[in-house]
């Protein structure tokens, strides 16, 4: 049998909106030459473009001098209310590029509800579930169809499930003994004998470091690719607690993986839906082997009608249906649960291009024309469509070049100062010529990771607060032959949940991670120009006098530390 060859040729679209599509191609035999992408629709070549965006990010995995990155502009035609399909390929090899082809349409209710079913087999399965019970009524027909394709599917019941005793009937340890049991011939039926049973105290399942620990630890050594997990806008408080815990291990581990939240007391908004019609019968005898709890409730009856009610918007093709909303471990790393449940609640936490406020970005420049290069690389990649970018030179060397690159990616104002004026001062004169409705500063020696802007930017749209603030890595670097080189790992600079007393005392909030409103901006005024350092902590200290700040956990910007120029 002749080994596959594998293609030179790489690439990823990352991110699409109303206004572009983003990513990134390489011939990694020629990482410096160019590389042409087609764009195909309809079998019909549309266009055909040349990645040239400079990425820090690619130059550092050592993808040549990283100018590989491209921002397709979508047009308006493309959202006449059909269905578009857009393929991105290597005109070279004609390979797609990874995430290709591009689906766009701007149905409304497409949005909120999907119109087809999915197939989630093909898996690396973990099913997290607070009770005996959740897995099945949950996502039972899933692990059903996960099971018959031959999947490996790991069970973990994280409570004892003691407190489901209503009527005190049974001794605590029997009860125990009686719900595990139940669980076993369940998973029977459903395909998988492989459970564990953590046993942690029913209704009080904290998300203690002990337990965070534990789930971490398997998910490192059972590594999934796809976890089920009871969503946390669910109303118990051991299926909350449980959402908790699975989000922090995701955290701490940093695994690669899907997550597929379901829902069991509280329908909520979906990305996907699986057909368990023909599977149906086989979840409800595993729902009605939990004799003890239709003693007290017709559960059977209740999953029935949630999974018969999830067909709705797929009803000429199937008859029961799981829903799920299924997102990337990596979205959980830079997100909270609480963000989770705002997006449930607020219908603007996925905003139209024309409700997106804009979000100015201010950096401050002096003698870096490298970092400038790598700061402005980082604002291109935003996921966030709506963003002016204000470049203030503090006297330094001309900066046109560098800001030349990047204009046709991005709206780029440039302010020139002949003579140095300090820190303070270049922030004000970009505050000064600020337009966005709100306000983020990224000085030229730091970077943002992509989502930085939408994550900040949605949080004040959806709640109408005036600041808010991200977690950053911190990265110490070293001069290397006529570069900047990665010395050791990066390290996390997490945030502190907001505390006005001890920011008194210490600032703990990076002036990149944190974006405000231009209202409170006009409310607490400007920089100090009598300070060239800790200028931001003062300005910080000003601005919590007249409101709260909101820290938005996740990292999304990275804090970066330079050895001196050899």
């Given at each position: 049998?002749?080994?596959?060859?594998?293609?030179?040729?790489?690439?990823?679209?990352?991110?699409?909106?109303?206004?572009?599509?983003?990513?990134?191609?390489?011939?990694?035999?020629?990482?410096?030459?160019?590389?042409?992408?087609?764009?195909?629709?309809?079998?019909?070549?549309?266009?055909?473009?040349?990645?040239?965006?400079?990425?820090w990010d690619l130059q550092q995995k050592g993808y040549g001098h990283g100018y590989h990155g491209f921002r397709f502009p979508l047009s308006p035609t493309f959202f006449d209310g059909h269905q578009h399909e857009l393929h991105f390929r290597f005109s070279q090899t004609g390979e797609a590029l990874s995430h290709s082809p591009v689906r766009l349409c701007n149905i409304e209710e497409s949005r909120f509800v999907p119109f087809h079913t999915s197939k989630l087999s093909g898996h690396r399965t973990l099913v997290v579930a607070p009770h005996a019970d959740d897995e099945t009524f949950g996502c039972g027909g899933s692990i059903i169809h996960h099971c018959q394709n031959g999947d490996s599917v790991k069970v973990v019941l994280m409570t004892d499930g003691a407190q489901g005793d209503v009527t005190d009937q049974h001794a605590r340890e029997n009860y125990i003994a009686i719900r595990e049991a139940e669980a076993r011939k369940a998973c029977k039926i459903l395909g998988t004998n492989d459970l564990e049973f953590w046993r942690c105290p029913d209704r009080n399942c904290a998300p203690t470091k002990e337990v965070v620990d534990r789930l971490s630890t398997l998910l490192k050594t059972y590594r999934p690719s796809l976890i089920y997990a009871c969503s946390p806008i669910e109303f118990h408080p051991d299926h909350q607690s449980v959402a908790t815990i699975l989000w922090r291990a995701l955290q701490q581990t940093q695994i690669s993986a899907q997550v597929a939240w379901y829902e069991v007391n509280s329908p909520f908004r979906i990305n996907t839906l699986v057909d368990i019609s023909s599977v149906m019968d086989q979840k409800k005898r595993a729902c009605e082997a939990y004799v003890s709890q239709l003693e007290n409730y017709p559960n059977t009856d209740f999953v029935e009608s949630l999974n018969r009610y999830r067909a709705l918007s797929v009803a000429g093709s199937c008859q029961h249906a799981e829903g799920f909303l299924v997102c990337d471990a990596t979205r959980i790393k830079q997100d909270t649960p609480e963000m989770f449940v705002l997006k449930q609640v607020f219908p603007a936490a996925r905003l139209k291009e024309t409700q997106t406020p804009l979000v100015s970005i201010i950096v401050r420049t002096k003698n870096r024309l490298t970092l400038l290069r790598d700061a402005l690389s980082s604002i291109a990649t935003q996921t966030y469509p709506s963003i002016e970018v204000i470049v203030v030179n503090d006297g330094g060397p001309n900066v046109g070049s560098v800001v030349a690159e990047f204009q046709k990616f991005l709206p780029i104002r440039t302010l020139n100062h002949e003579s140095p004026r300090g820190r303070s001062a270049a922030a004000n004169i970009g505050l000064r010529e600020a337009k966005g409705t709100y306000i983020n500063f990224l000085d030229d020696d730091d970077l943002l990771l992509s989502n930085h802007v939408e994550k900040l930017a949605e949080y004040l749209t959806i709640t109408g607060e005036h600041f808010a603030y991200s977690d950053c890595e911190k990265g110490h670097y070293r001069w290397q032959q006529k570069e900047f080189e990665l010395a050791g790992e990066k390290t996390?600079?997490?945030?502190?949940?907001?505390?006005?007393?001890?920011?008194?005392?210490?600032?703990?909030?990076?002036?990149?991670?944190?974006?405000?409103?231009?209202?409170?901006?006009?409310?607490?005024?400007?920089?100090?120009?009598?300070?060239?350092?800790?200028?931001?902590?003062?300005?910080?200290?000003?601005?919590?006098?007249?409101?709260?700040?909101?820290?938005?956990?996740?990292?999304?910007?990275?804090?970066?530390?330079?050895?001196?120029?050899?």
């Open positions: 049998m002749i080994a596959k060859r594998e293609s030179s040729h790489i690439g990823e679209v990352e991110f699409f909106s109303r206004s572009f599509v983003s990513g990134w191609a390489v011939n990694k035999q020629a990482p410096n030459d160019p590389v042409s992408i087609l764009v195909v629709k309809d079998n019909q070549i549309l266009d055909e473009f040349f990645p040239n965006l400079f990425r996390p600079f997490w945030g502190i949940d907001f505390d006005p007393e001890q920011l008194r005392s210490e600032n703990y909030i990076p002036m990149m991670t944190a974006m405000f409103s231009s209202d409170l901006h006009g409310r607490v005024g400007f920089f100090d120009e009598s300070l060239d350092a800790l200028e931001d902590w003062d300005l910080w200290i000003r601005m919590s006098q007249e409101c709260c700040f909101h820290r938005v956990p996740g990292i999304s910007a990275e804090y970066r530390i330079f050895g001196k120029l050899m």
